[in-house]
């Protein structure tokens, strides 16, 4: 026979409830996760870019745009592959609204995206930044990293790496043609 006794029903009870709250906060956690990734728009923060020509623009100067914020480096790979694609998409859209503003991160050397900018001939803005940006916009580190903002200024699209340009365009219709 053995001496083991059983589990008092209030044990199992007190084990079954924490067991349902530890579900229940799981579960607040999941839903608030997904509508803070998913469910809302973030809103664009604000910030001021400082052009190569030393004009300064800001957030709240774009606001009633749609506009990319796009974060390069003239070392990084992905973003010297992709550049004359962004360039082919803001000259296909400039004309129904669409602003752009490629901000080089504080790494990069003033007179190699100075370069770049003029030999390129990029038609959108072209921005330095002191590393202000970069921190507003959520500490961006990866380039390139691009940010699709509607006219309300809120954050459409955050695409890390290379976007798929298809979607973007497909994006930034939708966007060009509301409000």
């Known amino acids: ?23 229940l906060i799981v579960g607040a956690l999941a839903v608030a996760g997904y509508f803070a990734f998913f469910g809302s728009k973030e809103r664009a923060p604000d910030a001021t870019f ?9 957030t709240a100067d ?3 745009k749609v506009y990319l914020v796009n974060f390069w480096a003239t070392s990084c790979t992905t973003c010297m592959k992709e550049m004359p694609q962004m360039v082919q998409t803001y000259n296909r859209f400039k004309d129904e609204g669409l602003d752009f503003v490629a901000v080089a991160m504080n790494y990069d050397t003033p007179t ?22 970069a921190r507003q916009f959520g ?19 955050r ?13 930034l219709q939708k966007a060009l043609s509301t409000g």
């Not at 695409?159 to 994006?171: K, M, N, R």
Request: net charge positive.
């Open 139 to 157: 500490n961006v580190q990866l380039t390139p990293t691009t940010f699709v903002i509607d006219r309300n200024g809120k954050i459409l699209k």
């Open 112 to 133: 190699y995206v100075a370069n770049y900018a003029q030999t390129r001939q990029l038609p959108f803005k072209v921005a330095m930044d002191d590393g202000s940006a």
């Open 50 to 58: 400082t052009l190569l020509s030393g004009q300064k623009i800001s």
């Open 62 to 64: 774009l606001k009633g």
């Open 159 to 171: 695409y890390v790496g290379e976007p798929q340009f298809a979607e973007l365009d497909a994006l």
């Open 1 to 23: 026979m053995s001496s083991a006794s059983p589990t008092p029903p209030t044990a199992r009870r007190s084990g079954s409830i924490r067991g349902i709250v530890v579900a």
